[in-house]
């Protein structure tokens, strides 16, 4: 709950509130899972791109045709799976094609986080939490 405060903050504060209502920040995120706002990944994939490692960058005069970048560092055995180009593509008109202006703020994010140097930082608290210990409601160790 805390981490998606963050998120509506710094889409606030980006000039990007037109989001925040689109997806319903008034109402507790009601419209956050719809179809504009989602996407399959391969996991290794999936988690690269919530750690602002993978992002997507559209490709001029090509609707829904992005290339896909990752920051300078990245290892190598994990860019030679990526493709360097995707196209999203809906089959039925009822079905949406990721929203391009969602994916251009996660494609700003990953490039100011990468810029600044937060990333490092970034990766430091989430390995933190990762080696953290959670206790169980009765105080005993969870494991």
């Known amino acids: 709950e805390n981490e998606a405060a963050t998120v509506w903050a710094i889409l606030d504060r980006f000039g ?3 989001i925040c209502e689109e997806i319903g920040i008034a109402s507790s995120g009601s419209r956050l899972h719809r179809l504009e706002n989602i996407m399959t990944l391969d996991l290794p994939i999936h988690m690269r791109f919530d750690d602002l490692k993978v992002w997507f960058d559209a490709v001029p005069d090509q609707p829904h045709c992005y290339n896909v970048c ?3 560092r990245t ?3 994990f860019v030679a799976t990526l493709p360097r180009r995707v196209q999203f593509v809906s089959h039925r008109a009822d079905l949406p094609v990721p929203n391009p202006r969602y994916l251009n703020v996660h494609a700003t994010c ?3 986080a990468h810029m600044s140097g937060a ?5 430091r608290i989430l390995r933190d939490m990762e080696e953290a210990k ?3 409601e009765d105080g005993g160790d969870t494991e």
């Open 75 to 77: 290892a190598s055995i």
């Open 134 to 136: 959670v206790l169980a």
């Open 119 to 123: 990333a490092d930082y970034i990766d």
């Open 16 to 18: 990007h509130r037109d």
């Open 110 to 112: 990953c490039r100011i």
């Open 70 to 72: 990752h920051p300078p």
